[in-house]
């Protein structure tokens, strides 16, 4: 504990506490849409039980640190390009991410209306979606811990507060796209981006994060603007789970 006494260890915590809850969005994001389709009574539990998972992925990551630095190590090299466990869990994770976007998107505006308990999406399915996904987000954060710091408690501490953090506006969060259709519209989008830049990733072509939440958080200020001009009227109707008449 001796990294207490030492200021840029509390600077470091200060900063990587910040990056972990602006790299958790992308989760969080994806964690409200996929929650969205379960039964009003059963949404807050997934979501706490998936930010849970969540903290425990990073924190045991953080305690494999060994095992971590194995996984940027070329492990196959198909045409020519030599690929680590790493880039071939952010490739399977950014294809994951945008296969789930644009079928979200074709769900939202031309699939049916779900009813619940016939057919919609199951609590334990959910689940499994969002571990997938955990773990890609998981690994992006990690990386970026412990190439900030030099204190596993640190790590641990501003992952455990970054994660708090999230469980707190989780639902508000949640609500708010729920209730603005043209916001779910923009957050599937994001996860598109987003899936599309782990691809790149995989493939080495890095792309800064900056121009990435840039790019969102424009986004959505042109949409706050839109919000707040445009007239009063019906919202566009996206389809989702019904409850039987």
Not at 106 to 127: C, I, P, Q, Y
Request: proline share 4%; glycine share 10%; hydrophobic share 55%.
């Amino acid at each position: 504990m001796d990294w207490i006494y030492l200021p840029d260890a509390w600077v470091a915590l200060g900063t990587l506490t910040f990056l972990e809850i602006v790299l958790g969005i992308d989760n969080l994001v994806f964690i409200s849409i996929l929650t969205g389709r379960l039964p009003k009574e059963q949404q807050h539990g997934a979501r706490r039980i998936g930010l849970g998972m969540a903290m425990a992925m990073r924190v045991a990551l953080l305690f494999s640190l060994s095992w971590l630095m194995g996984v940027t190590e070329p492990l196959i090299t198909p045409f020519g390009k030599p690929l680590s466990l790493r880039d071939l869990i952010l490739l399977a994770g950014g294809l994951f991410l945008m296969w789930k976007s644009v079928t979200e998107i074709h769900h939202k505006l031309e699939g049916e209306n779900e009813v619940l308990g016939k057919g919609a999406r199951t609590f334990g399915s959910v689940l499994v979606q969002i571990a997938v996904l955990d773990l890609v987000f998981s690994l992006d954060s990690v990386i970026t811990a412990v190439g900030m710091a030099q204190h596993i408690a640190v790590m641990v501490i501003a992952v455990l507060i970054s994660v708090g953090v999230m469980i707190a506006f989780v639902n508000p969060i949640c609500a708010f796209v729920e209730r603005h259709p043209t916001v779910k519209m923009l957050a599937l989008s994001f996860l598109l981006l987003i899936g599309f830049t782990l691809v790149g990733e995989a493939w080495g072509m890095h792309i800064p994060k900056g121009y990435i939440y840039f790019a969102m958080g424009f986004a959505i200020l042109v949409e706050f603007l839109n919000m707040k001009l445009r007239k009063s009227g019906q919202a566009v109707a996206l389809h989702g789970p019904e409850k039987e008449a």
